[in-house]
DNA sequence: CATGATACATACTTTAGGGTAAGTACTTGT
DNA sequence: ACAAGTACTTACCCTAAAGTATGTATCATG
């Protein structure tokens, strides 16, 4: 069942890829260039905003704050917000969000080797 | 050092990115959206080039071959030609794309446990 | 009263990734 | 002679993602 449209783009057929590979799951999630990155920074521990934008000099804000809204969307971050002035906001991990560290560092674990020429470099 | 250029895109910033963030190394080589898919499908055995496509119907042909020279170019995958006709081509990870299976699998594992609601679906 | 710091928002433009469609070369099958 | 299967290649187009450049609100400080 759930057969491919004749006119298949990435976003047409994201359900049907969904459903055969779990990779193009994660994909939807944590696809793209920054997202790995951004929670690769969560991952060390909880950061303001402005920690984030230090942390990652070469993003800018309208890609983090679109990301982390993304993030927070597909429940794998978690905003809070203090009410105060200047604003004190601080991004951490979900559950969801905390489950996703194995694959950050088992990232981080093969580029190091790579780095190193375990593989034949 | 390594100071940041004032206009600075991703492509600029990748060496400065790639020595201060592992993650991001990783990202240059498997990042976008068919890469990975393409090495779960390479990691479960070794595909003809038909294989793959039939394997993932959603992905075009030029996608796929384009990321399959990418992906060979960066020492992931191992093409491997019969010089017979019809012709007959092999793709296999390399060692380097067989220390990525871990990723793929934490991603895998992932998903099935978000899908199923283990992180509070 | 202007500047800086906080955490954003929004309009506009550029670029890179992806999609469409067609062609190539060689052989087997009908 | 023509279609089908193999593994590609190439040219062109379109859209989504990313970048640039501003603006907003609030308070503290000089």
Known sequence: MTAIKETSTIQENK?????????????EKIGGYWKPIILYHLSTSDK?????????????????IQHLKQLEN?????????????????????????GLIPVINAMA?????????????
């Open 109 to 121: 674990e093969w580029a190091f080797k790579e780095k190193d020429g375990v593989y034949g470099g």
């Open 48 to 64: 303001r905003y402005s920690e984030l934008k230090r942390a990652i000099p070469a993003i800018t804000e309208k890609m983090l």
């Open 15 to 27: 359900q049907y890829a969904l459903d055969i590979c779990p990779v193009t799951y994660v994909m």
């Open 74 to 98: 597909d429940g794998l971050v978690i905003r809070e917000a203090k009410p105060v002035v200047p604003p004190f906001v601080t991004y951490s991990l979900s559950n969801a969000g905390n």
